[in-house]
């Protein structure tokens, strides 16, 4: 239906910068677009719960965990199915495995099978020097 594949994690010292994108694809794409999804980060760090660092809307409509306001952005390129996570003036805190996320829960166009959120696999973010 939905597979979520993030990319552009690895180790960089603090004060620098990563990339993260999360490229989305799957059999819902032939009938549904994209837009449909909210997208959103997530990560989890040793020990702790996963938390939400940042989500886009369908109308492109962002939010942002407070640790993360000034620092991160969030943004989506809909033509080719995926979303980014610019992360600046990254801090050893940021560590952590970043999961990418499609909620189609509030798509009303949705049929009742389709109204879930899909997961990636991961990526691992390590901010140290």
């Known amino acids: 239906q939905v597979q979520l594949v993030e990319s552009g994690g690895g180790l960089v010292q603090p004060g620098g910068s990563l990339r993260l994108s999360c490229a989305a694809s799957?059999?819902?794409?032939?009938?549904?677009?994209?837009?449909?999804?909210?997208m959103g980060w997530y990560r989890q760090a040793p020990g702790k719960q996963r938390e939400l660092v940042a989500a886009i809307t369908s109308g492109s409509n962002t939010n942002y965990a407070d640790s993360v306001k000034g620092r991160f952005t969030i943004s989506r390129d809909n033509a080719k199915n995926t979303v980014y996570l610019q992360m600046n003036s990254l801090q050893p805190e940021d560590t952590a495995v970043y999961y990418c996320?499609?909620?189609?829960?509030?798509?009303?166009?949705?049929?009742?099978?389709?109204?879930?959120?899909?997961w990636g696999q991961g990526t691992q973010v390590t901010v140290a020097s």
């Open positions: 996320n499609a909620d189609g829960r509030g798509a009303v166009v949705f049929p009742t099978s389709l109204r879930r959120d899909y």
């Open positions: 799957g059999s819902t794409f032939t009938v549904y677009r994209f837009t449909y999804y909210a």
